[in-house]
């Protein structure tokens, strides 16, 4: 992959400061990228051939140059995020040029602000980390981090992981679990963590409730500068975001459990991660499509995942598939048999 198709993402925060500037129905512009150029172009374009295993590559400039450019995201993202507050100022909130402006932020947020933030808070760098927690503060969901990287890769297809959907379960039940119960769960972490080293979890310490401290300062400075709009549209561009990535988390694991016998849990496999080969996805959301290889392998930079043969294949990229989340019925009726073919599998494995 070269190098400008590995930075295509890049074109999503630049798009927004532009049709932010430009205002009025140029906003739409953002969501049309998102819901039917994306998904188009993912139809168009061959799928990526799925692989046995993918293997660790020793390209280390590719890596770096796409960390950087992860960066510089963070920083495009922020001036954008100022820009669509500052842009807001003296706009009734209860007009269409107030609404479509934070829901374009929130949709790239949604869209690449958590992609990106998920990519750097596996990193092993601290600056990688540091960026990716102060992502998620943009986007008020600070405590991500504690949750998915303690919580859903050690419990994920379980019943205790509150980011993994079960079969028959609606997209929008699916918020009401998995929202307040990362929040539980984040804080639970946490508070064993401290307690382990001595310290209270009523602390700067904890760095679920630092992360609050952090975005509920910006949602004050927003409000200092820019007024009940300011305010409004960080709060609301947040809530937009979380949806969106909630919504791609329900698609990530649906259906797919892992056995619990005899007290005994069933290691983590390719089978409990909904893979794709969709092009466009795996470009513009840097390997998302191949996450049931990250759930192996959390530590492998997205250039270094595959679309793996063992891994169950969704039909479609994510873009579309989280568009048709949205709709239970289609949702059951195209995802339900392919639920039970790989409950067939697994007992036929037996």
Same mark, same amino acid.
């Given at each position: 992959?070269?190098?400008?198709?590995?930075?295509?993402?890049?074109?999503?925060?630049?798009?927004?400061?532009?049709?932010?500037?430009?205002?009025?129905?140029?906003?739409?512009?953002?969501? =049309?990228?998102?819901?039917?150029?994306?998904?188009?172009?993912?139809?168009?374009?061959?799928? #990526?051939?799925?692989?046995?295993?993918?293997?660790?590559?020793?390209?280390?400039?590719?890596?770096?140059?796409?960390?950087?450019? #992860?960066?510089?995201?963070?920083?495009?993202?922020?001036?954008?995020?100022?820009?669509?507050?500052?842009?807001?100022?003296?706009?009734?909130?209860?007009?269409? #040029?107030?609404?479509?402006?934070?829901?374009?932020?929130?949709?790239?947020?949604?869209?690449?602000?958590?992609?990106?933030?998920?990519?750097?808070?596996?990193?092993?760098?601290?600056?990688?980390?540091?960026?990716?927690?102060?992502?998620?503060?943009?986007?008020?969901?600070?405590?991500?981090?504690?949750?998915?990287?303690?919580?859903?890769?050690?419990?994920?297809?379980?019943?205790?992981?509150?980011?993994?959907?079960?079969?028959?379960?609606?997209?929008?039940? &699916?918020?009401?679990?998995?929202?307040?119960?990362?929040?539980?769960?984040?804080?639970? =972490?946490?508070?064993?963590?401290?307690?382990?080293?001595?310290?209270?979890?009523?602390?700067?310490?904890?760095?679920?409730?630092?992360?609050?401290?952090?975005?509920?300062?910006?949602?004050?400075?927003?409000?200092?500068?820019?007024?009940?709009?300011?305010?409004? &549209? &960080? =709060?609301?561009?947040?809530? &937009?975001?979380?949806? =969106?990535?909630?919504?791609?988390?329900?698609?990530?694991?649906?259906?797919?459990?892992?056995?619990?016998?005899?007290?005994?849990?069933?290691?983590?496999?390719?089978?409990?991660?909904?893979?794709?080969?969709?092009?466009?996805?795996?470009?513009?959301?840097?390997?998302?499509?191949?996450?049931?290889?990250?759930?192996?392998?959390?530590?492998?930079?997205?250039?270094?995942?595959?679309?793996?043969?063992?891994?169950?294949?969704?039909?479609?990229?994510?873009?579309?598939?989280?568009?048709?989340?949205?709709?239970?019925?289609?949702?059951?009726?195209?995802?339900?048999?392919?639920?039970?073919?790989?409950? #067939?599998?697994?007992?036929?494995?037996?």
């Amino acid at each position: 992959m070269s190098g400008m198709t590995r930075n295509l993402f890049l074109l999503y925060p630049l798009v927004l400061l532009v049709t932010l500037h430009l205002g009025g129905y140029y906003l739409l512009v953002v969501i =049309i990228l998102n819901m039917l150029v994306m998904p188009g172009l993912d139809l168009l374009a061959a799928p #990526e051939p799925a692989v046995a295993a993918s293997r660790p590559r020793a390209a280390v400039a590719p890596r770096e140059q796409t960390l950087r450019a #992860e960066h510089g995201f963070c920083l495009l993202f922020l001036v954008a995020l100022g820009y669509g507050a500052a842009s807001v100022r003296g706009l009734r909130l209860d007009s269409l #040029e107030f609404w479509l402006r934070t829901y374009a932020t929130g949709l790239v947020g949604g869209t690449l602000g958590f992609v990106v933030a998920h990519e750097l808070i596996h990193r092993r760098g601290r600056l990688d980390r540091c960026c990716g927690v102060a992502l998620l503060t943009l986007l008020n969901y600070g405590h991500f981090r504690v949750e998915h990287v303690f919580g859903h890769h050690a419990n994920v297809g379980l019943a205790e992981d509150p980011a993994s959907a079960r079969r028959g379960q609606t997209v929008y039940g &699916f918020y009401l679990q998995s929202i307040p119960g990362q929040v539980r769960s984040a804080l639970a =972490i946490e508070t064993r963590r401290l307690r382990a080293r001595g310290h209270s979890p009523l602390s700067l310490h904890n760095q679920v409730l630092s992360s609050w401290l952090v975005s509920l300062s910006l949602a004050v400075g927003c409000y200092g500068l820019w007024g009940l709009a300011g305010l409004c &549209f &960080f =709060i609301a561009q947040g809530l &937009f975001a979380v949806l =969106i990535l909630e919504t791609v988390n329900y698609v990530e694991h649906y259906g797919l459990r892992r056995q619990v016998r005899a007290g005994r849990v069933e290691k983590v496999s390719a089978r409990h991660a909904w893979s794709t080969g969709a092009r466009w996805t795996n470009r513009m959301l840097l390997g998302l499509g191949k996450h049931a290889d990250h759930h192996l392998n959390a530590a492998r930079p997205h250039t270094q995942l595959a679309h793996l043969q063992a891994a169950p294949t969704l039909p479609l990229g994510y873009f579309a598939s989280a568009f048709l989340a949205l709709i239970p019925p289609l949702w059951f009726a195209v995802m339900d048999p392919l639920v039970a073919a790989q409950q #067939e599998v697994v007992e036929h494995a037996r």
